[in-house]
């Protein structure tokens, strides 16, 4: 199909790590990117990953891409109370972005 | 990274009219799109917008519905033409820079048709 899938929500406790997933439809897709939407806000792009690589490292975001499965996650290690949001998953379809169907992450103290 | 504003942030509009929101960014960009985001929802590409030539326009969405203007590379407009509730949107302007890599949005322009 056509859709870009994430599960609707994920909920840990502060301190912990939050995996958020992603499938995606396209193989010739060249770029992922990951983005997060807080309430009244847009989107702040959070990281990016080239399809030829299968992990990415940010401080503490980490990305891993299974390509063969055509799936992306997002773990957030030691998760804080300010990462609650929105987080959307899209793939890169020429110039163009396609998005997941967002993933709301709710960080409870 | 290119700092993107967008005007308005908000509005409340009345049924049959039009609103221009503008885009504009802060360093020269190769690319500018316009994606709309309806409440609840996730975002879906409108157009493109291309400098100094017409849009290029996504399935379902049209010239003029969504008129769009680019006169240089550090400027876009986004028209909603004669607007109904359904139009009730975010409105969030794209750019790409010119490293091809990284993709940035605005804050939103939110739109409310009553």
């Known amino acids: 199909g056509e859709d870009v899938e994430q599960s609707l929500f994920l909920s840990v406790r502060e301190g912990d790590s939050s995996v958020i997933n992603c499938t995606y439809t396209?193989?010739?897709?060249?770029?992922l990117y990951w983005y997060k939407q807080e309430p009244g806000a847009g989107l702040q792009l959070l990281t990016y990953?080239?399809?030829?690589?299968d992990m990415k490292q940010d401080q503490r975001l980490t990305v891993l891409l299974n390509k063969k499965d055509k799936h992306l996650s997002l773990r957030i290690a030691d998760t804080q109370t300010g990462d609650s949001a929105i987080y959307f998953c899209a793939e890169r379809r020429l110039q163009k972005l396609v998005f997941g169907t967002g993933t709301r992450l709710l960080v409870s103290p | 990274s290119a700092v993107i504003s967008q005007k308005p942030s908000r509005d409340i509009c009345q049924r049959g009219t039009s609103l221009t929101i503008q885009c504009q960014v802060d360093s020269q960009v190769t690319m500018m799109f316009w994606y709309r985001q309806q409440p609840g929802q996730s975002l879906t590409l409108i157009a493109t917008a291309n400098q100094g030539s017409e849009a290029t326009y996504e399935s379902g969405f049209v010239i003029d519905k969504f008129p769009i203007s680019r006169p240089n590379l550090t400027f876009s407009t986004l028209t909603v033409s004669n607007m109904s509730p359904e139009d009730s949107s975010i409105y969030l302007c794209s750019v790409q820079e010119t490293s091809g890599n990284t993709i940035y949005f605005g804050e939103g322009s939110w739109l409310t048709v009553v």
């Open positions: 990953i080239f399809s030829n690589m």
């Open positions: 396209d193989s010739s897709s060249t770029y």
